[in-house]
């Protein structure tokens, strides 16, 4: 995914970094292209991209599977209207955003014809307290607009509810988790404190696809050892 201006205030360390050290994208095992290279060098260039059509156009001409429109831009309804005629899915960001904004952006969307639509609740502080994530809000959320809801965690990456908050979310039938990474904690750039570093990152992504095995589905359908387990009992 790469949302239109979101690495703003990248350091050149980290994008040096990012372009030289890192081949693959981590744990997805997805080889880096020049066309990738060259976006992140673009944005070294111009020191960051900021939000606008422009910018979302040069994205798109990379062929940009999906687009994420930052809360930040929940009002700003011309990049609304390119993105949703891009044809491309598009994720919604809803923090700190009231119920009439969420819901304009989500109308323009669908005006043009764009049915694939995912919200992201997360809370605009960083690190954020454990008291004002309110994951209740997922629920609520998908409730409201019928539609597939994510998670962005912005907690404490230096502490272990990194890890078991995103899994609770998971629990609460998120769709998508947002976790931000880093090359080294230790070197407090931008957005280190929510963070997590590469090594824990790969830790986290093993857990989360074990663990979301366990997830399953609504049916009360018994199946396999359960049904043995009957037969022994019965």
């Known amino acids: 995914i790469i949302h239109p201006g979101y690495c703003k205030t990248a350091t050149t360390t980290l994008q040096n970094n990012l372009i030289e050290k890192h081949s693959q994208i981590l744990s997805l095992g997805r080889p880096w292209t020049d066309d990738t290279r ?18 979302a156009k040069f994205a798109n001409k990379l062929g ?8 930040s831009d929940i009002g700003n309804f011309s990049l609304i209207k390119y993105l949703a005629t891009t044809n491309k899915p598009i994720i919604l960001s809803c923090s700190g955003c009231k119920i009439n904004e969420i819901d304009d952006a989500i109308k ?28 209740s809000r997922i629920l609520t959320l998908q409730k409201r607009y019928d539609l597939p809801v994510g998670y962005s965690d912005h907690v404490d990456g230096g502490s272990d509810y990194a890890t078991y908050l995103p899994l609770v979310a998971l629990g609460m039938n998120a769709f998508i988790i947002e976790k931000h990474i880093t090359i080294n904690r230790d070197l407090k750039e ?5 963070a997590i570093n590469p090594n824990e990152f790969k830790k986290f992504v093993k857990i989360f696809k074990k663990l979301s095995k366990g997830i399953g589905n ?3 359908e018994l199946f396999g050892s359960e049904i043995e387990y009957r037969k022994r009992m019965k």
């Open 38 to 55: 060259n976006f992140v060098r673009e944005i070294k260039k111009h020191e960051g991209l900021d939000f606008n059509i422009e910018r």
């Open 64 to 71: 940009t599977d999906i687009f994420k429109i930052h809360s």
């Open 108 to 135: 323009i969307i669908k005006t043009f014809g764009i049915s694939q639509i995912i919200l992201m609740h997360g809370f605009q502080g960083f690190p954020t307290n454990i008291s004002d994530i309110n994951l």
């Open 190 to 194: 931008e957005d280190y404190e929510s």
């Open 218 to 220: 609504s049916s009360l």
